[in-house]
């Protein structure tokens, strides 16, 4: 079946670093979710990638969809420590999603 | 955006029973759906859950186990049947968005652990 890994499984910065989390699928996706989920807290959706190569951003976080739609990356520009959580990408099958392996992100003041 | 509750919130449960989780949401829809995250994993889809139809379940979940009844287009229940401490995980119903973007939101989650 479809499997979605993420990497790095877990990241600590120091508030004000960048962060990337980068998202792979072992299948072509017909487009790629994003999903932030706070400790403790459920997952919320962030965005939604269709194209091939969109890039989207959303204040300090910036979306990639890959050219060959099997991968996709997050990146944060000067983390903050709301930013604390895990970050996974999920791709979208009919109408279900592959939730990709996600990653942890830590931020310390 | 749909507003979802779940029943209970979290349960310690003695392994060999039963446990049903309840799905409240605020607004009409067609699909919902339940998944489980074990502690520091993933979500892992469960089964798809339609108002008047049988649930469709994933690889690896079968309805004798996870039995899911959805009787009206708010409402949705999943059972955790003769429960072992390897059930023990996180429980959750999602619904999709309605603007277009296939978004899903998702409860709370219901917390069972299983002694």
């Known amino acids: 079946g479809q499997q979605v890994m993420q990497i790095p499984q877990y990241q600590h910065v120091q508030e004000g670093e960048d962060f990337t989390t980068y998202c792979n699928s072992s299948t072509t996706l017909s487009n790629i979710q994003w999903y932030k989920q706070r400790p403790g807290g459920h997952p919320v959706f962030l965005i939604q990638l269709v194209k091939s190569g969109e890039v989207k951003k959303q204040k300090r976080l910036t979306f990639q969809f890959g050219e060959a739609k099997k991968n996709s990356s997050l990146h944060i520009t000067a983390t903050q420590t709301t930013d604390v959580g895990t970050y996974f990408c999920a791709g979208l099958g009919f109408q279900k999603l592959v939730f990709g392996t996600g990653t942890r992100l830590l931020v310390s003041p | 955006s749909a507003v979802i509750s779940q029943k209970p919130s979290r349960d310690i449960c003695q392994r060999g029973t039963s446990l049903t989780i309840q799905c409240q949401v605020d607004?009409?829809?067609?699909?919902m759906f339940w998944y489980r995250q074990q502690p520091g994993q993933s979500l892992t889809l469960i089964a798809t859950a339609n108002q008047g139809s049988e649930a469709t379940y994933e690889s690896g979940f079968v309805i004798d186990k996870f039995p899911i009844s959805r009787p009206n287009l708010t409402f949705s229940t999943l059972t955790v049947s003769n429960m072992s401490p390897e059930d023990s995980s996180i429980y959750l119903c999602s619904v999709l968005g309605d603007s277009g973007y296939n978004e899903q939101f998702f409860g709370p989650g219901t917390r069972l652990t299983v002694l």
């Open positions: 607004s009409q829809v067609t699909m």
